[in-house]
């Protein structure tokens, strides 16, 4: 092969590597923590739909797991294997018990806002409400 056409063949090959990790890293749920200052909110992403209050981080059907100290966001991850995933939500030291949606289909990004104090929270879809 001419050098030219090595050059254009590596860079073919690049661009096609990065399409594909695109492709497969999976879908992104984007929670906006807008609770009073500093009340910390904790999600999880789980294979299993459940009710009540969640045992934070001891399970085998866990996706993912991330939380933050209001007025800071996060994100979980759902990777692309999976076909449909819930979720569930807390916020730390809350006399309010976890909230459970779900299943979702893994097909798309989504996001969900909490709103409220401490003791009297919610969560919804981002521009639900
Ligand atoms: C937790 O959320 C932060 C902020 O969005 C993000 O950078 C980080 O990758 C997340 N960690 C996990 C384990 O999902």
């Not at 007025?71 to 909230?99: C, Q, R, Y």
Request: hydrophobic share 40%; glycine share 8%.
């Amino acid at each position: 092969m001419k050098p030219n056409h090595v050059f254009v063949l590596t860079i073919s090959i690049i661009i096609s590597l990065i399409a594909f990790i695109s492709l497969t890293e999976g879908k992104i749920v984007t929670i906006e923590n807008k609770l009073d200052k500093n009340t910390a909110a904790m999600a999880a992403a789980l294979t299993y739909m459940g009710s009540g209050r969640y045992n934070w981080g001891e399970d085998d059907g866990l996706i993912d797991y991330n939380w933050s100290v209001s007025h800071h966001g996060f994100e979980l991850s759902i990777p692309d294997d999976m076909i449909t995933f819930n979720l569930v939500f807390g916020v730390a030291g809350s006399i309010k018990e976890d909230k459970w949606f779900g299943p979702f289909d893994n097909t798309q990004d989504i996001c969900w806002h909490y709103h409220g104090h401490q003791n009297n929270w919610k969560v919804y879809p981002c521009g639900s409400q």
